[in-house]
């Protein structure tokens, strides 16, 4: 009995050094392989540390940019003229006022925030995938994207969380109020919810000729600028809150368009490769919600890619949550290639995190982490 107890402290004390000690990327990336590769009794506990460790290098996001916006909207939370343009979504003012109540220091929130995505993540996961979500989980920890915009984004990155945390859900009544939830927090959402909406009624449409016509359309005939510039402002005059997104979408900022040999959405050509194999070689596919949602968004993605702001806003539930997306198409549609791109997308993801901890060369470059020294930083 006292062998075991050593041994027990003795493990405990290995492990916390080891966090305290270590880059804490380093940790991460060696938790995220022991998940994906060891027994369902080991992959519990290590996601559970993982999701703490995840959360608080996260945390540790430069304050500039959006995040010094939001800094500022959470010191001035009770400040009527600093807090009206949020009005219409107004959830991050509830979060905030509550976390101001209680005295917290803004980087103490964004670790709050942090983890609640990945609580969030983590339910989806299992919801999705039972077990096996666990190693989907643990890749979604290291997908740079996830790590860049999660916090960055953060309105609209919640709106997404609480979108797919309702689709898992099973009470009709439930899933409702948690849509309504998603489009106070980003009005974004009211195009997933759409999504869902429509899903019943055009997926029985989709195919394999629809999937490889439709691509190649879009492959060498992407919507003009011009004509989505005119159909922006077209909806300007209806309100202040349409107004402020519609000139928010037409700012010019080349480096936000995205090319078909972005980094960034190199998973999402390969999922939907895997998709066209898989209705290629399967008739009468029945096409599920998720399945759905990602043909949709990466179909608009390509079709508005050299727009800026455009592709990214909407794109994001695949492009944040690509481990997600990879995983449940990849797990419910499986066939003899699903090896072969379950191993390409680990070891993808595996090697653009150790990229993006050493150049930040992934997604938004002006989202950085510890002014760049990411490399050795480690919690102690």
């Given at each position: 009995m006292n062998d075991k107890y050593y041994l027990t402290f003795a493990s405990i004390l290995f492990l916390s050094t080891y966090i305290l000690i270590v880059p804490l990327w380093i940790v991460n990336l060696s938790f995220v392989f022991i998940i994906v590769f060891s027994t369902n009794k080991i992959k519990v506990p290590v996601s559970i540390i993982l999701l703490f460790t995840a959360s608080y290098l996260n945390s540790t996001i430069d304050i500039n940019g959006d995040i010094g916006n939001y800094q500022y909207l959470y010191d001035n939370i009770f400040n009527n003229n600093v807090t009206y343009e949020f009005n219409s979504e107004p959830v991050i003012i509830y979060i905030f006022k509550l976390f101001n109540?209680?005295?917290?220091?803004?980087?103490?929130?964004l670790f709050i925030q942090s983890l609640s995505f990945n609580l969030i993540m983590l339910f989806v996961s299992i919801k999705l995938l039972g077990n096996r979500g666990l190693n989907y989980f643990a890749i979604l920890m290291i997908f740079p994207p996830y790590i860049q915009m999660g916090l960055y984004l953060y309105r609209q990155s919640l709106g997404v969380v609480i979108f797919l945390f309702a689709v898992c859900l099973q009470n009709n009544a439930t899933k409702v109020s948690f849509f309504i939830l998603s489009i106070l927090s980003h009005s974004a959402s009211l195009f997933y919810i759409s999504l869902v909406l429509i899903k019943d009624k055009c997926s029985k449409y989709i195919d394999f000729k629809f999937l490889m016509l439709i691509l190649l359309l879009l492959l060498f005939f992407p919507i003009k600028n011009e004509f989505i510039t005119w159909?922006?402002?077209?909806?300007?005059?209806?309100?202040?809150?349409?107004?402020?997104k519609v000139d928010f979408f037409l700012r010019d900022d080349i480096s936000s368009t995205f090319s078909l040999f972005s980094t960034i959405i190199i998973p999402l050509h390969a999922l939907y490769l895997y998709v066209l194999l898989y209705f290629f070689k399967n008739k009468n596919v029945k096409v599920n919600a998720f399945l759905f949602i990602f043909l949709m968004v990466y179909l608009f993605i390509l079709l508005t890619r050299n727009f800026s702001f455009l592709p990214t806003r909407f794109g994001l539930i695949v492009i944040m949550l690509g481990p997600i997306f990879f995983g449940g198409v990849l797990e419910s549609y499986k066939n003899r290639n699903y090896i072969y791109f379950h191993s390409f997308f680990v070891f993808f993801v595996m090697v653009s995190f150790v990229r993006f901890v050493i150049i930040n060369d992934v997604g938004n470059n002006n989202i950085s982490f510890l002014n760049n020294n990411m490399f050795y930083f480690n919690m102690l």
């Open positions: 109540l209680i005295n917290l220091d803004f980087r103490s929130v159909l922006l402002s077209m909806l300007k005059g209806f309100s202040y809150e349409i107004n402020r």
